[in-house]
């Protein structure tokens, strides 16, 4: 849920604004149906998709009554490779692609979805809110402290790559 949300950023050193702005970083690139399938499938589909945009994700990634898990879908329905905010707009209209996109405009707080509308009719605002984010999202100490290393392919640990 949206509290939740707001707590992992929050532990972390970031605002729900960092949260919101950070998160337009989905207008580009794509998930695997494995990762919002759950949204699409049983006796109640999650009911904050536009009606449309959950017919053409169940067609997506379904073949026959078999969920193809790895079948990729755009973050970005309307513009996937271009970095603007778009992504916005889709939230607004129910097309947010993972659930945790969607909560912050359909279950969001009063101060998401603000931000939401705000980014929708200001986007050189979300241009610069996001430069900001990403500097402060960079600055956060790692987790794992000294011990952490870059991976040279994000699927393997260095020492088992084959990169």
């Known amino acids: 849920d949206i509290s939740?949300?707001?707590?992992?950023?929050?532990d972390v050193g970031l605002t729900e604004k960092d949260m919101v702005t950070l998160s337009g970083a989905h207008t580009i690139g794509?998930?695997?149906c494995a990762t919002f399938s759950s949204r699409l499938m049983g006796v109640q589909p999650d009911s904050t998709i536009q009606t449309e945009y959950l017919t053409s994700l169940q067609q997506l990634c379904t073949q026959g009554f078999v969920i193809n898990n790895n079948t990729l879908a755009a973050l970005d329905?309307?513009?996937?490779?271009?970095?603007?905010?778009?992504?916005?707009?889709n939230l607004r209209?129910?097309?947010?692609?993972?659930?945790?996109?969607?909560?912050?405009?359909?279950?969001?707080s009063e101060t998401t979805r603000?931000?939401?509308?705000?980014?929708?009719?200001?986007?050189?605002?979300?241009?610069?809110?996001?430069?900001?984010?990403?500097?402060?999202?960079?600055?956060?100490?790692?987790?794992?402290?000294?011990?952490?290393?870059?991976?040279?392919?994000?699927?393997?640990?260095?020492?088992y790559s084959s990169a």
């Not at 939740?4 to 929050?10: E, P």
């Open 30 to 32: 794509k998930a695997r």
């Open 77 to 89: 329905l309307e513009t996937p490779v271009t970095f603007d905010n778009q992504y916005y707009v």
């Open 4 to 10: 939740t949300l707001i707590s992992k950023f929050k």
């Open 114 to 159: 603000e931000l939401v509308e705000f980014y929708i009719q200001n986007q050189p605002a979300f241009f610069e809110n996001f430069k900001t984010s990403m500097i402060k999202m960079g600055n956060i100490k790692p987790l794992t402290g000294t011990s952490g290393e870059i991976r040279r392919n994000c699927k393997f640990i260095n020492s």
């Open 93 to 108: 209209s129910g097309e947010g692609l993972l659930k945790t996109d969607q909560l912050l405009y359909s279950n969001g």
